[in-house]
C-alpha cells in the first residue's frame, strides 16, 4: 500500500508499512537485499537523477540491504557536512578498508592505532608536502629520462606509440613507489616493478568488487594476488629501503609500537597506502592528459603557461639537463591546474557516505529536516552537481579554462541564484576528506608538466572519444572504456 505525504511543500510517495512521518521517500528495489544495487551499478548518475525529477532532493534508496538516503541539492551540502559526531564516515570506512586490504580492522585490539594513523595522514601536507614534492619531481625525472627522452641512434626526432593510461600508470606507478617506500640499497630502481605492476592492475579490477565485501575466496586468484603485492612490504624488505618518505617512515614506527600486529598486517597497511596513493591518481592524470592533447588549442595555452612561469622565475631547462620545479611554482600554474580540475569535474564519481550515530532531526535548511534513524547512511554523490548544467554551462563538454577568471582562480559558481560552498568535490568532504589532495595535484602537474615541457603530443587517427565507465561509480575517479592511442616525440624547439 501507498500513501502521498506532504512534507514541507514536497510531495512524497512512499509504502506507508516501514517509514516513519516526515521521513524521505524511500525507493525499494525488486529483489530483496539487493534492492537498487543492480540499476545503481550500472549508471549511478542517470540513475539519482531519474529519482530526483520525481521525489525531489531528499530520498532513501535501499541499496544491497542498506537504506541510503541522498541529498541531491548542493546548497543542502554545508550542513551534512558539518554533522561531524552524528553522521561518521569512519564507522564505514573502517569496515570496509580492512575488508578489502586484508589487514585486521583498527578495533581497541589496538588502543590508539586509528589516531595514530590518522595523525600520520599530516605528514602529506603542509612542509611534508613539500619534501614530498620535490621527491616526486626527483623520481619523475629519473624515470622519464631513462624510459623515454633516451633516443637510439637513427630514432632522433621519430614519433612513437604508446597508450595513454599504460603510460600515465607505469610512469606513476614507479615514481609513486619510490617517492613513498624509498629505493633498494646500491640501485636507483626496483627491480620486478613490472611484475608488482601487473598485479596491482589485477587487483584494481577486483577492487569495486572487495568494496561491495563480496568474500575473497569468490574472486579467483585475487586473494593470492594481493598477498603477492602485500608481501612486498614486508618489513625486513622495507628495512633496507633508503629515502623513504617521512610519511610512510612514521607510519612504520607506529606500527612497531603494536606487538599485536604481525609483519603481515603491517605490510597490509602499507599496501593500503600504495593503492590510495595510485588508485584515482592515475585515472586523474589520464583524464587530463587525455583532453589535454585532444584540445590542442588548450594544449599550446598550457604549455606556454608553463614556460612562462619557468622562464620568469629563472628556471632553466633544456633536453639534456633536469628540470625542477617546486610546490611554489606550481602553485603559479593556473591554466594547468583548471585543466586539472576539469578533469576531474568530468570523471569523478566519489560518494560521500555517512553512518548516523543516533537517532535524530537532520536539519536541512532553515525550513526542512528529516528524521533520521541510527545506522542509517546518509549520502552525497557530487557528480550530479558536477555534471549540473546550471551550475556548469554545457557540463560534458571540456573547457580547460573553467576554473579561471580574470587570471585568477575561479571560485564562484552558482545554483537558483546562491553562491555554492562546494561547487568541485572529487576528494571528498569534512573530516573524511582525501589526505594526500595536494600531492596529488602536485604530481599530476609535475607529470604533465614533464610531458608538455619535453613531448609534441597528438592522438592518433581513427579512434572514438574515451567515455568513463561507470562500473565504478561512488568509488572516486571513473576509468575509461578503453584506452587510448597517442603518438609522442622529443620536442626539437623547447619554447
Ligand atoms: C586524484 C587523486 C585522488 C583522489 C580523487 C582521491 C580521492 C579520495 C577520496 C574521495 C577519499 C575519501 C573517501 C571517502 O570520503 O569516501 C580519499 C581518501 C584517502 N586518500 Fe585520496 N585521492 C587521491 C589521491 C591520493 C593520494 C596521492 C594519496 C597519498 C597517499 C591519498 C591518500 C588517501 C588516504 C590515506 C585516504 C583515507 C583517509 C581516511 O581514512 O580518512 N589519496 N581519497
Redesign the pocket.
Given at each position: 500500500m501507498f500513501t502521498v505525504m506532504g512534507v514541507n511543500n514536497q510531495t512524497f510517495l512512499f509504502s506507508s508499512s516501514c517509514r516513519r512521518d516526515g521521513e524521505p521517500p524511500l525507493i525499494k528495489g525488486w529483489i530483496p537485499i539487493i534492492g537498487k544495487a543492480l540499476e545503481f551499478g550500472k549508471d549511478a548518475h542517470k540513475f539519482l537523477e531519474k529519482h530526483k525529477e520525481k521525489y525531489g532532493d531528499v530520498f532513501t534508496v535501499q541499496i544491497a540491504g542498506k537504506y541510503m538516503t541522498f541529498i541531491m541539492d548542493p546548497l543542502l551540502y554545508p550542513n551534512i557536512i558539518k554533522h561531524g559526531r552524528q553522521l561518521d564516515?569512519?564507522e564505514?570506512?573502517n569496515r570496509v578498508?580492512p575488508f578489502t586490504f586484508g589487514y585486521p580492522p583498527v578495533t581497541g585490539k589496538y588502543p590508539g592505532l586509528r589516531e595514530e594513523?590518522?595523525r600520520s595522514?599530516h605528514l602529506?601536507q603542509g612542509d611534508g608536502l613539500i619534501a614530498l614534492t620535490e621527491s616526486m619531481m626527483g623520481n619523475l625525472m629519473l624515470v622519464f629520462r631513462q624510459d623515454h627522452l633516451a633516443e637510439r641512434p637513427g630514432e632522433e626526432g621519430s614519433w612513437k606509440s604508446g597508450n595513454i593510461y599504460q603510460f600515465c600508470f607505469t610512469v606513476l606507478f614507479e615514481a609513486?613507489f619510490l617517492t613513498?617506500y624509498g629505493k633498494p640499497p646500491a640501485a636507483r630502481r626496483h627491480s620486478g616493478m613490472g611484475v608488482l605492476r601487473e598485479d596491482f592492475i589485477k587487483f584494481d579490477k577486483m577492487f569495486p568488487l572487495l568494496i561491495a565485501q563480496i568474500p575473497i575466496w569468490l574472486l579467483g586468484r585475487t586473494k593470492a594476488i594481493r598477498e603477492n603485492l602485500i608481501r612486498c612490504f614486508l618489513p625486513h624488505r622495507m628495512s633496507i629501503w633508503s629515502n623513504k618518505s617521512q610519511?610512510i617512515r612514521r607510519r612504520s614506527e607506529v606500527f612497531d609500537q603494536y606487538d599485536t600486529l604481525r609483519d603481515f598486517d603491517k605490510a597490509a597497511h602499507h599496501f593500503?597506502?600504495l593503492w590510495?596513493?595510485?588508485?584515482?591518481?592515475v585515472?586523474?592524470?589520464f583524464w587530463t592528459m587525455y583532453y589535454l592533447v585532444s584540445h590542442p588549442e588548450a594544449l599550446e595555452v598550457v604549455r606556454q603557461e608553463i614556460h612562462d612561469v619557468l622562464r620568469t622565475n629563472g628556471v632553466e631547462f633544456s633536453r639534456d639537463r633536469d628540470v625542477t620545479i617546486s610546490r611554489e611554482l606550481l602553485d603559479k600554474l593556473l591554466y594547468l591546474e583548471s585543466s586539472i580540475n576539469e578533469s576531474?569535474r568530468l570523471s569523478?564519481a566519489?560518494?560521500?557516505?555517512r553512518v548516523a550515530q543516533e537517532d535524530f532531526d537532520l536539519q536541512l535548511d532553515s525550513e526542512r529536516s528529516v528524521p533520521v534513524r541510527k545506522g542509517d547512511i546518509i549520502a552525497l554523490y557530487p557528480q550530479s552537481m558536477h555534471l549540473d548544467p546550471e551550475i556548469y554551462e554545457e557540463p560534458q563538454t571540456f573547457q580547460f579554462d573553467r576554473y579561471t577568471q580574470d587570471s585568477k582562480k575561479k571560485t564562484d559558481f552558482y545554483k537558483d541564484g546562491e553562491k555554492l560552498k562546494y561547487y568541485l568535490m572529487?576528494?571528498?568532504?569534512g573530516?573524511?576528506?582525501?589526505?594526500?589532495?595536494y600531492?596529488?595535484?602536485n604530481?599530476?602537474k609535475q607529470f604533465l608538466c614533464l610531458l608538455l615541457l619535453y613531448f609534441d603530443l597528438q592522438l592518433e587517427e581513427g579512434q572514438t572519444r574515451a567515455t568513463v565507465d561507470s562500473s565504478r561509480a561512488g568509488l572516486?575517479?571513473l576509468l575509461p572504456t578503453t584506452d587510448i592511442r597517442f603518438r609522442y616525440r622529443l620536442r626539437v624547439n623547447q619554447d
Amino acid at each position: 500500500m501507498f500513501t502521498v505525504m506532504g512534507v514541507n511543500n514536497q510531495t512524497f510517495l512512499f509504502s506507508s508499512s516501514c517509514r516513519r512521518d516526515g521521513e524521505p521517500p524511500l525507493i525499494k528495489g525488486w529483489i530483496p537485499i539487493i534492492g537498487k544495487a543492480l540499476e545503481f551499478g550500472k549508471d549511478a548518475h542517470k540513475f539519482l537523477e531519474k529519482h530526483k525529477e520525481k521525489y525531489g532532493d531528499v530520498f532513501t534508496v535501499q541499496i544491497a540491504g542498506k537504506y541510503m538516503t541522498f541529498i541531491m541539492d548542493p546548497l543542502l551540502y554545508p550542513n551534512i557536512i558539518k554533522h561531524g559526531r552524528q553522521l561518521d564516515f569512519h564507522e564505514f570506512s573502517n569496515r570496509v578498508a580492512p575488508f578489502t586490504f586484508g589487514y585486521p580492522p583498527v578495533t581497541g585490539k589496538y588502543p590508539g592505532l586509528r589516531e595514530e594513523i590518522r595523525r600520520s595522514f599530516h605528514l602529506l601536507q603542509g612542509d611534508g608536502l613539500i619534501a614530498l614534492t620535490e621527491s616526486m619531481m626527483g623520481n619523475l625525472m629519473l624515470v622519464f629520462r631513462q624510459d623515454h627522452l633516451a633516443e637510439r641512434p637513427g630514432e632522433e626526432g621519430s614519433w612513437k606509440s604508446g597508450n595513454i593510461y599504460q603510460f600515465c600508470f607505469t610512469v606513476l606507478f614507479e615514481a609513486t613507489f619510490l617517492t613513498l617506500y624509498g629505493k633498494p640499497p646500491a640501485a636507483r630502481r626496483h627491480s620486478g616493478m613490472g611484475v608488482l605492476r601487473e598485479d596491482f592492475i589485477k587487483f584494481d579490477k577486483m577492487f569495486p568488487l572487495l568494496i561491495a565485501q563480496i568474500p575473497i575466496w569468490l574472486l579467483g586468484r585475487t586473494k593470492a594476488i594481493r598477498e603477492n603485492l602485500i608481501r612486498c612490504f614486508l618489513p625486513h624488505r622495507m628495512s633496507i629501503w633508503s629515502n623513504k618518505s617521512q610519511f610512510i617512515r612514521r607510519r612504520s614506527e607506529v606500527f612497531d609500537q603494536y606487538d599485536t600486529l604481525r609483519d603481515f598486517d603491517k605490510a597490509a597497511h602499507h599496501f593500503a597506502i600504495l593503492w590510495a596513493s595510485l588508485g584515482n591518481t592515475v585515472p586523474a592524470t589520464f583524464w587530463t592528459m587525455y583532453y589535454l592533447v585532444s584540445h590542442p588549442e588548450a594544449l599550446e595555452v598550457v604549455r606556454q603557461e608553463i614556460h612562462d612561469v619557468l622562464r620568469t622565475n629563472g628556471v632553466e631547462f633544456s633536453r639534456d639537463r633536469d628540470v625542477t620545479i617546486s610546490r611554489e611554482l606550481l602553485d603559479k600554474l593556473l591554466y594547468l591546474e583548471s585543466s586539472i580540475n576539469e578533469s576531474l569535474r568530468l570523471s569523478s564519481a566519489s560518494m560521500n557516505i555517512r553512518v548516523a550515530q543516533e537517532d535524530f532531526d537532520l536539519q536541512l535548511d532553515s525550513e526542512r529536516s528529516v528524521p533520521v534513524r541510527k545506522g542509517d547512511i546518509i549520502a552525497l554523490y557530487p557528480q550530479s552537481m558536477h555534471l549540473d548544467p546550471e551550475i556548469y554551462e554545457e557540463p560534458q563538454t571540456f573547457q580547460f579554462d573553467r576554473y579561471t577568471q580574470d587570471s585568477k582562480k575561479k571560485t564562484d559558481f552558482y545554483k537558483d541564484g546562491e553562491k555554492l560552498k562546494y561547487y568541485l568535490m572529487p576528494f571528498g568532504s569534512g573530516s573524511s576528506k582525501c589526505p594526500g589532495r595536494y600531492f596529488a595535484i602536485n604530481e599530476i602537474k609535475q607529470f604533465l608538466c614533464l610531458l608538455l615541457l619535453y613531448f609534441d603530443l597528438q592522438l592518433e587517427e581513427g579512434q572514438t572519444r574515451a567515455t568513463v565507465d561507470s562500473s565504478r561509480a561512488g568509488l572516486g575517479i571513473l576509468l575509461p572504456t578503453t584506452d587510448i592511442r597517442f603518438r609522442y616525440r622529443l620536442r626539437v624547439n623547447q619554447d
